[in-house]
């Protein structure tokens, strides 16, 4: 879609990253809701056996963004760059943020993506968006969250004592 943008509008969306700061997502995520974030992860996780991770991502990169890069593209990217997609049963999940777009997007691991409906992953990702809309961060993600968890554990149900796979925290770039 952001390929066939014209240039004054790929200049524009280039422009409207290169405004975006770590701050910009410090000031989103403060340590509080990353916390909150990291024990809401941590907490599912003891209940189903899929991985999650979820990172936030101020902007992209003006290259990037002039580029036409899309939300899934770099979603895609980080999912294998952090490994997510590297889980022993296949079940990783991420949680894709990116603020300078207002965008979520969730790329889930083969097992889990048959397991879980486009319309689920939508619902989720508009509890999000809904609440960003409104500058809640902190909420909003929590409960999304929330609701991932209990698809997860509906579709994997924690069958005992297992290891933790990726790390729990949230990571802001």
Sequence with gaps: MTKHLSFGQRCGRALKHWRGTPATARQAFPEATLKAIETAIAEGETEHRAEVRLIVEAALTPGMA???????????????????????????????????????????????????????????????????????????????????????????????????????EPILI
């Excluded at 760059?81 to 991420?94: I, K, R, S």
């Excluded at 809309?133 to 004592?161: I, K, R």
């Design 66 to 168: 002039y580029q036409g890069v899309t939300n899934r593209e770099r979603a895609r990217e980080l999912f294998v760059q952090y490994g997510v997609w590297d889980t022993e049963d296949n079940v990783g999940v991420l949680i894709y943020i990116n603020l300078a777009e207002h965008q979520v997007d969730i790329v889930a691991d083969r097992h889990v993506g048959r397991r879980i409906t486009p319309e689920q992953w939508q619902a989720i990702c508009r509890t999000m968006t809904a609440g960003f809309a409104q500058g809640n961060y902190h909420d909003s993600t929590v409960q999304a969250l929330g609701e991932l968890n209990s698809l997860l554990q509906h579709h994997f149900p924690a069958t005992g004592e297992r290891g933790n796979q990726l790390p729990n």
